[in-house]
């Protein structure tokens, strides 16, 4: 992802350009924490980013990398960055609560 590209949202106006699973997208209208797991390897400052249920399935698939059939079910949305930080706080919150 290149930092640099970006994305008009009518919330927070021109933002960074994210993206993250449709369950983590999903998150901001149910308030609902639902995992927040990016790779290690990406340098963004706002990486790639899927829930916990996505990540039982990359695992399952039993690959280090995303599977096709896995990667259909991802559903992959665009987000700004504030979006996406504003969805990082939700999991961040949550995961709080539950330590």
């Not at 924490?33 to 790779?39: D, K, L, N, R």
């Not at 990406?42 to 990398?65: F, Y």
Request: aromatic share 10%; proline share 3%; hydrophobic share 30%.
């Amino acid at each position: 992802m290149n930092d640099t590209r970006k994305v008009s949202c009518h919330i927070h106006g021109w933002q960074q350009e994210t993206f993250v699973c449709q369950h983590i997208a999903e998150s901001l209208r149910t308030g609902i924490p639902v995992g927040f797991f990016w790779s290690s390897g990406q340098t963004a400052s706002r990486p790639d980013a899927w829930c916990s249920v996505c990540e039982r399935l990359r695992i399952e698939a039993g690959s280090d990398d995303w599977t096709p059939e896995v990667e259909k079910k991802l559903g992959i949305k665009l987000l700004c960055g504030s979006c996406y930080d504003d969805a990082k706080t939700i999991w961040s919150n949550g995961r709080n609560i539950t330590q």
